[in-house]
């Protein structure tokens, strides 16, 4: 009985939470300037893949990235050259 009790005001925090997300979620969605980006709530920039790439090059730059290709083999390369070849790719798609 003990347990139920303690279990009550849990859920209604969990509840309240999962609601206040979905509500900041949909006044985004109604939002008519799509155009902006939007922040997070603890972040003073927008959260991009190549923030992420930058970061890692700098921070841990002569780390490998491994992958296994098809064929078995594998493919190794450090998040330094991950930023240069996403760099390199940007630019040509621009």
């Known amino acids: ?3 139920a009790r303690s279990a009550g005001p849990v859920r209604a925090v969990d509840g309240r939470r999962r609601f206040e997300a979905v509500h900041r979620f949909a006044s985004f969605r109604e939002n008519k300037t799509m155009g902006k980006p939007l922040l997070g709530q603890m972040m003073d920039m927008p959260l991009l893949v190549s923030s992420l790439i930058a970061h890692a090059a700098r921070h841990a730059g002569d780390t490998e990235i491994v992958s296994k290709r ?3 083999d594998l493919h190794r390369y450090t998040y330094r050259d991950c930023e240069r070849r996403a760099k390199q790719l940007a630019q040509a798609l621009a």
Do not use: C, F, P, S
């Open 70 to 72: 098809v064929e078995g």
């Open 1 to 3: 009985a003990a347990r």
